[in-house]
């Protein structure tokens, strides 16, 4: 890791999000079918679905309307994200090149879910009272997927290249 100061960020960026909007915030769109009408689940905890509300209520009614093209992006994050960030984390932080190829397929798809969604928060039939806000709430899955992309630009991202080799 001393070599790969940089990758502390994408360590960080998955562990918060495998651990926090995967499975707390996300999930509570998924066990909350009717915000204005539900009972608190076991999980996620009362006041994390509190401030998801508030957040929805006050920034996001996008959110808070959960039309079915964004539960599907919630689906996505849930099945298929999540597990992309614990093993993202282990080859993070041990440095093991195979995980390029997910790595890709996560900024790509990544990439488009947030556009669409933004574009949705804009445009769409239940826009951002202040967009400008939920773009900076958003900013985070914008740019990292070409931040990952970046990093992964490498045939083998964790390994360090050999000298140049000059035909004698």
Same mark, same amino acid.
């Given at each position: ?10 360590? %960080?960026?998955?562990?918060?999000? @495998?651990?926090? *909007?995967?499975?707390?915030? !996300? ?8 915000? #204005? ?27 808070? @309307? ?9 689906? *996505? !994050? ?12 282990? %080859?993070? *932080?041990? #440095?093991?090149?195979? $995980? ?16 669409? $969604? ?17 773009? @900076?709430?958003? @900013? %985070? ?28």
């Amino acid at each position: 890791m001393r070599e790969r100061p940089w990758d502390l960020f994408f360590i %960080a960026f998955f562990a918060v999000n @495998a651990t926090v *909007i995967t499975y707390v915030v !996300d999930l509570e769109q998924i066990v909350v079918a009717d915000p #204005g009408n539900f009972d608190y689940p076991v999980w996620p905890p009362g006041p994390a679905i509190d401030l998801v509300h508030w957040w929805g209520n006050n920034y996001d009614p996008l959110l808070m @309307a959960r039309p079915p093209f964004w539960q599907m992006t919630i689906w *996505i !994050d849930l099945i298929f994200f999540g597990p992309f960030y614990l093993f993202a984390l282990y %080859a993070f *932080i041990r #440095g093991r090149d195979w $995980i390029k190829v997910p790595a890709l397929v996560w900024s790509g798809t990544m990439l488009a879910n947030v556009l669409i $969604i933004l574009m949705d928060e804009r445009y769409g039939v239940t826009p951002a009272p202040n967009f400008a806000i939920v773009l @900076a709430a958003n @900013a %985070a899955w914008l740019v990292t997927p070409f931040l990952v992309m970046w990093r992964m630009r490498r045939e083998r991202p964790f390994s360090r290249p050999g000298p140049a080799v000059v035909p004698a």
